[in-house]
């Protein structure tokens, strides 16, 4: 292939004009993802709001192409996850108190180094979670759908638009007026926190994952907290206090177990089998971001435009011509900052290197099947493990869940934007490069915003009764000490990889342990929904495939509301608390 060819889809969706807009609207978001995350505790998905913030300012300088508000977008969005990946675990060294003199130099290193290792392993890893796997990506596919609808027009435009408003209406009567509870339904149940969620993004999520990994889920939240905790502790075999560490502990087992036998099954043992050639990124018919042929298995998208976009996608296969070498760039330069900049010997470097690769696959695995994506966990497992081999720091541990988490979190949603440009034909190497821009920039601003916030308001600042409850944060916290129970942890280890290598989803499995009771069965509720859904479509005799299809769109659309009006709620609480420093 030319030179002139391969550089044709970095001409049509990788713009001047669309870099410029993304990289503005990075800073933004960014910024307000950290507060975001420090002050509610949690982390909207911002993709739903930046692909149509990226179609209106693009079409409004006379841009109209999908695939480059799809790229801006990308650019826009990606930093989110970095500042999460920080948010969620550096708090963390305030609260116990046991670091007031973390650097914003050790904080860049940590962002830098999470940000580094999850690009590299979303390079390796995208043929095969995107291309060739049935895995769902319902924020992916949501982002496709509102992309997909600005053209389309009509019903299914009025479809998605139309549940979109009503759910963002439904968010600010929850979340600013007060009018709408966040938890109904409440039941005393020792040691079990129940209720229903009344969070339309957590229904659309059920609503759009598909029904074994539903039942999966729910098997691991009703055997976990049922089971074990309000069963076993009534039964007398223990408290209730210990219970939940056997739960949480077991939980973490299934998820990392689920991520070895990823790798093992889905990753190393294919690479063996094809050799050599295929472990090369970006060599034509390659692993990695090279483009093939192979369609998503349920359709997302009105048909018309879904073969539209099919008819479009680039049949280039490389990313640069020197690739594998830039990717041993970045991992050298990851293990770099480790060493030099954070004090990690050697071999500690070498484990969080190589288990950030593990625990990204998990990533993907989570976020493609739920749309979930418990980076501070991924983060958390990988900061007990080294505390058991190795002398680091209580500060240095944080570290290491902070590189964990950033990694993961950027994997989780390059992914999901890989499934996005799958759908609608964008060239996945323009993606990538567009995922490194923003999640680069991402890294500088996340940083700076944390430093600022920690200027203005003191260490103090971060706990569960203070300003900033930085409740993920507070977890990583506890645990830092060690597993509540070592032995449901290598129980759930080795479950975990018998069971997914035997082909059954223990991710979701542990996801249910794990995961609050309450959390789980509102996301279960949405997945009611689908069935009742699917019944009176099929009694009125409508088609099935515009069924489904209309059903995604509106759960898209229901997504994608609460995602926006998060967002925007975080605007408001950046301005507020700006103007109160």
């Known amino acids: 292939m030319s030179s002139n ?61 999908l695939n480059e508000a799809n790229i801006t977008q990308v650019i826009m969005s990606a930093g989110s996850m970095v500042a999460g990946g920080l948010a969620f675990t550096i708090p963390g060294v305030w609260i116990l108190g046991a670091g007031d003199d973390v650097s914003m130099l050790e904080m860049l290193a940590v962002a830098l180094a999470g940000t580094l290792l999850g690009l590299v392993c979303t390079a390796l890893i995208r043929r095969h979670f995107v291309d060739e796997s049935d895995l769902e990506y319902p924020i992916g596919r949501a982002a496709a759908e ?25 968010c600010v009567a929850r979340d600013v007026l007060g009018i709408i509870p966040a ?93 050599r050639a295929r472990v090369a990124v970006g060599k034509g018919s390659g692993e990695g971001l090279s483009q093939v042929p192979h369609e998503p298995k349920v359709p997302v998208a009105p048909s018309s435009e879904l073969r539209t976009a099919r008819s479009e996608r680039p049949s280039s296969g490389t990313i640069l011509t020197r690739d594998r070498g830039l990717l041993a760039l970045m991992v050298a ?102 995922q490194a821009i923003g999640a680069l920039l991402g890294t500088f601003v996340a940083v700076g915003a944390m430093a600022a916030l920690v200027g203005a308001y003191g260490t103090d600042a971060f706990g569960a009764d203070a300003l900033f409850v930085a409740a ?39 996801l249910g342990v794990y995961l609050p009771f309450y959390m789980s069965i509102s996301t279960v509720a949405g997945a009611v929904v689908r069935w009742v859904w699917d019944r009176v479509r099929a009694a009125r005799g409508a088609d099935t495939a515009q069924a489904e299809e209309a059903g995604v769109v509106v759960a898209s659309g229901v997504l994608g509301g609460e995602s926006i009006v998060g967002v925007i709620i975080a605007f408001a609480s950046v301005a507020a608390g700006l103007a109160g420093a």
């Open 333 to 434: 330069a990851a293990a770099l900052a480790l060493c030099f900049m954070l004090g990690f010997s050697p071999l500690v470097c070498l484990v969080v290197v190589a288990l950030s690769f593990v625990t990204a696959v998990m990533s993907a695995q989570s976020v493609g099947q739920s749309g979930i994506d418990p980076m501070e966990i991924f983060g958390l497992i990988v900061l007990l493990f080294v505390a058991a081999f190795s002398a680091s720091t209580r500060v240095q541990l944080f570290f290491v869940a902070g590189v964990i988490a950033v990694a993961c979190g950027l994997a989780g949603d390059v992914m999901s934007d890989f499934k996005t440009g799958q759908i609608i034909g964008t060239d996945p190497h323009v993606m990538w490069a567009g």
């Open 472 to 510: 993920q944060a507070n977890v990583v916290a506890t645990m830092v000490s060690g597993i509540p129970s070592t032995a449901a942890f290598a129980v759930g280890l080795a479950v975990g990889a018998a069971l997914y290598l035997a082909g059954i989803p223990s991710m979701m499995l542990g």
């Open 183 to 275: 938890l109904v339904a409440q039941v005393p149940v020792p040691g079990v926190a129940t209720g229903l969620q009344l969070s339309p993004m957590r229904w659309a999520v059920g609503f759009l994952a598909g029904r074994r990994s539903i039942i999966w889920w729910t098997v691991g939240a009703v055997a976990g907290w049922f089971g074990i905790v309000w069963a076993g502790s009534a039964l007398g075999f223990w408290d209730v206090a210990t219970a939940q560490g056997i739960v949480s502990s077991l939980g973490m087992g299934l998820m990392m177990g689920s991520g070895a036998g990823v790798v093992i099954k889905d990753v190393t043992l294919p690479l063996l089998g094809r050799g």
């Open 5 to 65: 060819a391969r550089r044709a889809p970095l001409r049509g969706q990788l713009s001047p004009v669309g870099i410029l807009i993304g990289c503005v609207g990075c800073v933004i978001i960014t910024a307000s993802s950290v507060y975001t995350a420090l002050k509610m505790g949690s982390l909207p998905w911002p993709t739903i709001f930046t692909s149509i913030t990226a179609l209106v300012l693009l079409r409004a300088a006379g841009r109209t192409s």
């Open 146 to 170: 509102t992309l997909l609808a600005s053209r389309a027009g009509g019903q299914t435009g009025s479809m998605l638009f139309g549940s979109m408003a009503v759910a963002g209406a439904w």
